[in-house]
C-alpha cells in the first residue's frame, strides 16, 4: 500500500518569467507564456533555480481568565521570491534593480545606468515547473534583495542575487497558483 503521492513530488528548477504589471496571466498550463500575452519574457539560466518564501506573523489575543491565548491574530506576511541569475546582461541588470535606462553609445557598446531614486519599476514574476503541472503568478513584485556580483577564478560564473518581494495589487491577492489536478 502506497505511503503517499509520488506524482506530487516536485523536481527540477522549473523556469521563471518576467512581465510588466497588468499583463495576462496564463489560464491553463498548456498554452506557452508568450502565447498568453508576449510581455511575457523567460529569465533564463539560475545558479540554483527559485524560492517561493512565506512567512505569517501573528499576536496572541490573551485574557486574563485563560492560560492559553484565546485568539491569534495575523498582523502581516512576508512573501518573496529569490534566485540568482546566471547570465551576466544589462537586461538583467536592469530587472534586477528595478529599472534604469539602457542605451548604445557605440558601435558594439551597451551602456547601463540604474533608476534614480524614486523611479523603481514594480513587475509581475511566473515560475513553471519542468514538468508542467506548476505555474505561479507573483503580480506585483520590486526586487529588495542585496546585490552582489562575485567574480572568481576558475569555473566560478558570476550571478547577478535577486529576492523580489511581493506587494499586494490594487485589485487582487499578491500571487496565485494553477496546479495539475494530480496534485489535489
Not at 506524482?7 to 506557452?32: N, W
Amino acid at each position: 500500500m502506497p505511503r503517499g503521492n509520488a506524482g506530487a513530488i516536485a523536481l527540477g528548477p522549473g523556469s521563471l518569467y518576467i512581465a510588466v504589471l497588468g499583463t495576462p496571466e496564463p489560464a491553463d498550463l498548456s498554452t506557452p507564456w508568450a502565447s498568453v500575452s508576449p510581455n511575457w519574457l523567460q529569465l533564463g539560466y539560475t545558479e540554483e533555480g527559485s524560492t517561493f518564501n512565506y512567512k505569517a506573523s501573528s499576536d496572541k489575543v490573551e485574557v486574563a481568565e485563560e492560560l492559553d491565548p484565546i485568539r491569534i491574530a495575523l498582523t502581516s506576511r512576508d512573501l518573496s521570491l529569490a534566485f540568482a541569475l546566471a547570465e551576466i546582461t544589462v537586461t538583467n541588470l536592469k530587472r534586477a534593480l528595478n529599472g534604469g535606462t539602457i542605451s548604445t553609445p557605440g558601435a558594439g557598446l551597451v551602456k547601463f545606468e540604474p533608476p534614480a531614486l524614486g523611479e523603481e519599476v514594480r513587475t509581475m514574476l511566473g515560475f513553471e515547473s519542468e514538468d508542467h503541472t506548476e505555474r505561479w503568478v507573483y503580480r506585483q513584485c520590486i526586487n529588495l534583495g542585496d546585490l552582489g556580483i562575485a567574480r572568481k577564478k576558475g569555473a566560478a560564473k558570476s550571478t547577478i542575487n535577486c529576492e523580489y518581494t511581493l506587494e499586494k495589487p490594487p485589485s487582487a491577492l499578491p500571487f496565485s497558483v494553477l496546479m495539475s489536478s494530480a496534485r489535489l
